[in-house]
């Protein structure tokens, strides 16, 4: 399923919590009301570890998707551990992210809503003083799951997808419920606060893909003898690469890819891959008719070819490591995935919910 630029088929909410993590322990604390209330078409967004989700998006999300999040889950715990406190981690991702929105974090706490496929997104501040007490907790946790309901957001979806047109209409929306909101505080409140300023006119990758952590792959052979190729990475809409026969049968590049995805995760060796690829030049080697360098750097070549290919069609860089990467003392080697699902006898399923964010939750600021 792939969505065009100027459409979306979820929103997300990105949730910046102030430097004392009250708004992101309320958060917490109203994830599976909040959760519930916004159903298919909003996703809260805010940090934290990825198991610790409600049971709407648990139930939406794809294998693959909870197969990448496991991995991530595990990694948010070794980085707190590294940080050596979790509230110090959080601190600094809060902030890290409030860069990567464009929005001052000075402003914090707030939620900035857009989807990387649509340029318009909007921005709700939170008056810090709303968490003071029980009763004014419970009535913001109200209003957010009045407001941002799936009820009241299918009103901007049309076909199931929202657009630049929709997102302007619910900006207004989102003002009126940012009065609500302050008026919990000040009752008398007539008047809206300033308006966030978003400072970045498009989205951005915060951290590049990382295959070996972000990127599944599966894979099938189809009825004609091709191979086709599919791809989830984190954030990113699902890819397709086919490997379609020559007209003596399979390529050099299918046979890599098929090799690969057979062996996965084991590595291969790199005399195994010579002969299952070139088998005839491998005898030329033992007969002193070619050099074994000629050789490699044929097989460098390919895979530098094969890994264009796949990156034509929209996989990240680096899934199958170049030669020069392999270590002497073992030379073998394996797809840099996160993991390679077994051929499907069924067609794909097109999820419930597919993810497009641009934004790991959990993000790595040393990495940048």
């Excluded at 979790?86 to 707030?110: C, K, M, T």
């Amino acid at each position: 399923m792939e969505i065009q630029p100027g459409k979306s088929a979820g929103l997300f909410g990105y949730c910046v919590s102030d430097a004392g993590l009250r708004f992101h322990n309320w958060l917490y604390e109203n994830r599976i009301g909040l959760g519930k209330s916004s159903g298919r078409i909003l996703t809260w967004r805010p940090i934290g570890d990825p198991a610790q989700c409600d049971d709407v998006y648990r139930n939406q999300r794809t294998t693959e998707l909870a197969a990448i999040e496991a991995t991530q889950s595990k990694s948010y715990r070794d980085s707190v551990s590294q940080m050596g406190s979790e509230e110090i981690y959080l601190q600094n991702e809060y902030l890290h992210r409030s860069g990567w929105l464009g929005v001052d974090f000075e402003h914090a706490p707030f939620v900035v809503f857009g989807a990387p496929q649509l340029k318009e997104r909007v921005a709700i501040p939170i008056p810090i003083g709303v968490f003071d007490q029980p009763k004014t907790r419970r009535d913001l946790a109200g209003i957010f799951m009045g407001q941002f309901s799936e009820t009241a957001l299918a009103g901007y979806s049309f076909g199931g997808f929202l657009t630049e047109k929709s997102m302007r209409e619910f900006s207004g929306s989102v003002q009126k419920t940012t009065l609500a909101v302050y008026k919990l505080i000040n009752g008398g409140a007539r008047k809206l606060p300033e308006r966030l300023t978003i400072s970045l006119p498009e989205w951005r990758n915060s951290q590049p893909i990382d295959p070996s952590l972000d990127t599944i792959i599966s894979y099938q052979i189809c009825p004609d003898g091709a191979l086709k190729v599919r791809g989830v990475s984190r954030g990113q809409p699902a890819v397709e690469h086919t490997f379609n026969l020559g007209e003596c049968g399979a390529t050099k590049q299918q046979n890599l890819m098929h090799v690969l995805l057979e062996f996965y995760p084991d590595p291969v060796a790199l005399t195994k891959l010579l002969n299952e690829l070139y088998a005839d030049e491998v005898s030329k080697i033992a007969e002193g008719q070619l050099q074994a360098r000629t050789l490699k750097g044929r097989l460098r070549a390919l895979i530098s070819d094969t890994q264009s290919s796949l990156e034509k069609s929209g996989f990240p860089p680096g899934i199958i490591p170049k030669l020069r990467q392999v270590k002497t003392g073992d030379r073998e080697f394996s797809l840099s995935v996160a993991d390679v699902k077994a051929p499907q006898a069924d067609p794909w399923e097109i999820p419930k919910k597919v993810c497009f964010d641009v934004e790991n939750i959990i993000e790595h600021s040393d990495n940048e």
